[in-house]
Nanobody
Framework: QVQLVESGGGLVQPGGSLRLSCAASGGILSINAMGWYRQAPGKQREMVAGITSGGSTVYADSVRGRFTISGDNAKNTVYLQMNSLKPEDTAVYYC???????????????WGQGTLVTVSS
């Protein structure tokens, strides 16, 4: 079964940095794209950043210039480097993988369990 496991969340002061990681496992042959979403208390889940297997990236306006997404296709892993963090970045961050192919099946979309990022002094 395909699984996404996130790590790297935690408490950080405003202006600080964190690096999130998401590793996909489960007999994966290919992944079309991976990305990060977040959901703050009382708000809808929103896209933060995404990256295709070819390396094309997309960012939400609210994080462009502060966050950087990168990926390692060989390891089926995606990273999110978050700098200049603000209190409004506080949320549960979810990893997402699109069109995940294994030897047995192709999954349109897979989600991780989420990792909490808290930006507070």
């Amino acid at each position: 079964q395909v699984q996404l496991v996130e790590s790297g969340g935690g408490l950080v002061q405003p202006g600080g940095s964190l690096r999130l990681s998401c590793a996909a496992s489960g007999g994966i042959l290919s992944i079309n794209a991976m990305g990060w979403y977040r959901q703050a208390p009382g708000k809808q889940r929103e896209m933060v950043a995404g990256i295709t297997s070819g390396g094309s990236t997309v960012y939400a306006d609210s994080v462009r210039g502060r966050f950087t997404i990168s990926g390692d296709n060989a390891k089926n892993t995606v990273y999110l480097q978050m700098n200049s963090l603000k209190p409004e970045d506080t949320a549960v961050y979810y990893c997402n993988a699109v069109r995940v192919s294994t030897s047995e099946d192709t999954f349109p979309e897979v989600w991780g369990q989420g990792t909490l990022v808290t930006v507070s002094s």
